[in-house]
């Protein structure tokens, strides 16, 4: 699957497989839709600001303005107790969220966890000094450099003056 999948009626696999990998809470982004209770999204929560989806890392606030730009309907954050509310929402007769199994889980956590480990590591790599690689040797004197500070994040050069 791709992460475009996990954001079509499975983002509900996805953020039990970051669930069960990293511990953080679930929330359901619920509503009305059609005179009926809805659950438009689900995801997990990072920290008290910031929600993770298969899309990745966003403000939590995101998760309600997103359907609200999108249809107009308004939505709220209903904190889930765990993995078992998720569980009773895919198997529940009104279909608050599609079927999911513990394979469909298993292959999220796959998924999330590679892209997981990939993002630290290119956070390690761009957090140091990078030796191997020299763009003065390379005569590239003129670019900025893009390295992240651990504290400070990306490192922007100033605009030029017009």
């Known amino acids: 699957m791709t992460s475009n999948d996990y954001m079509m009626g499975r983002c509900h696999v996805y953020a039990v497989a970051l669930h069960r990998l990293f511990e953080w809470p679930l929330v359901a982004?619920?509503?009305v839709?059609?005179?009926?209770?809805?659950?438009?999204?689900?995801a997990a929560i990072k920290t008290p600001d910031t929600a993770v989806d298969a899309r990745g890392e966003m403000p939590v606030e995101d998760l309600t303005?997103?359907?609200l730009?999108?249809?107009?309907?308004?939505?709220?954050?209903?904190?889930?107790?765990?993995?078992?509310?998720?569980w009773r929402m895919?198997?529940?007769?009104?279909?608050?969220l599609n079927?999911?199994?513990?394979?469909?889980?298993e292959e999220a956590m796959e998924?999330?966890?590679s892209v997981w480990e990939a993002r630290e590591a290119l956070e390690r790599a761009f957090a140091t000094?990078?030796?191997?690689?020299?763009?003065?040797?390379?005569?590239?004197?003129?670019?900025?450099?893009l390295r992240r500070s651990a504290t400070a994040g990306p490192v922007f050069p100033e605009p030029p003056s017009p």
């Open 33 to 42: 839709h059609e005179g009926r209770l809805s659950v438009f999204h689900v």
């Open 69 to 86: 730009a999108h249809d107009g309907s308004v939505t709220w954050l209903v904190p889930l107790a765990g993995e078992g509310d998720v």
């Open 29 to 31: 982004v619920t509503g």
């Open 111 to 113: 998924a999330a966890a």
């Open 129 to 145: 000094e990078r030796p191997w690689f020299d763009d003065e040797k390379l005569g590239r004197t003129d670019l900025p450099d």
């Open 90 to 96: 895919s198997v529940a007769s009104d279909g608050y």
């Open 99 to 105: 079927p999911m199994t513990e394979d469909d889980i």
């Open 65 to 67: 303005d997103e359907q």
